[in-house]
Nanobody
């Protein structure tokens, strides 16, 4: 049973930075995507960034140029560094994992994906 735990959310002023971390436990697949999505009430969940086990990195247009995704220090963890945050970035940021197939193809995450509970990011 896969469990994803996010941390690092909080409140920040516009122009500030936050660093989110997701740790996955119970992951037995040899190759996986670890991804970040975000969601605001009333809107569809949207992809932000993803990284595959082999290191392939993908960014969605929504935050491209302002975020950096990387593998964490511990196995099966992923870090999202967010800079120059804007009020429009206010959302719940959610970690996801799925079999490593087209990690940057965001609609594919509608199936066969495990999701974390999310961490709130508020930019004012």
């Amino acid at each position: 049973h896969v469990q994803l735990a996010e941390s690092g959310g909080g409140s920040v002023q516009a122009g500030g930075s936050l660093r989110l971390t997701c740790s996955a436990s119970g992951l037995t697949r040899s190759a996986s995507c670890l991804a970040w999505f975000r969601q605001v009430p009333g809107k569809e969940r949207e992809g932000v960034a993803a990284i595959g086990t082999g290191g392939g990195i993908h960014y969605a247009d929504s935050m491209r140029g302002r975020v950096t995704v990387s593998q964490g220090l511990s196995k099966n963890s992923v870090v999202l560094q967010m800079d120059n945050l804007e009020p429009g970035d206010t959302a719940t940021y959610i970690c996801a994992t799925r079999l490593q197939l087209s990690c940057g193809h965001w609609p594919a995450y509608k199936k066969g994906t495990e999701w974390g509970q999310g961490t709130q990011v508020t930019v004012s």
